[in-house]
């Protein structure tokens, strides 16, 4: 064998996620029973990220209550899910302004952010 490489007939693959935001998305008008699931208080709207590597959903949740009148309705950082909720324009707001400084100051790729 060339180089004393000898195949063992496995492959090892590894996963290495992107720097992204893979949903941004804004739930304008959510039946009670979304906030009943989550276990968080109903205030208007909602606002769900995912991202990528997952310990950005910390700087994404204090971005969003840095910019906006949204309450952090949960955080996980072994996920990367951020849910927000707040009026529609504040969560839209919020969203908007962690989407633009994800990309613009870490280089992020960004989902469009979505509404129903």
């Known amino acids: 064998m060339a180089g004393g490489i000898i195949p ?6 590894e996963s290495v996620p992107g720097k992204q935001v893979t949903i941004a998305h804004v739930i304008a008008s959510p039946v009670p029973e979304i906030y009943e699931s989550l276990g968080i208080e109903g205030r208007g709207a909602i606002g769900i990220l995912t991202l990528s590597p997952f310990e950005t ?9 840095k910019t906006s009148d949204v ?5 996980d950082r072994f996920t990367g899910s951020v849910v927000i909720s707040g009026d529609v324009e504040s969560v839209d707001t919020a969203l908007r ?9 870490l280089g992020f790729t960004a989902a469009e952010i979505t509404k129903t």
């Open 8 to 13: 063992t007939g496995r492959v090892i693959e």
């Open 57 to 65: 959903a910390m700087i994404a949740a204090d971005i969003a209550a």
């Open 97 to 105: 302004a962690v989407k633009d400084t994800l990309e613009r100051v």
């Open 71 to 75: 309450e952090i309705g949960f955080l």
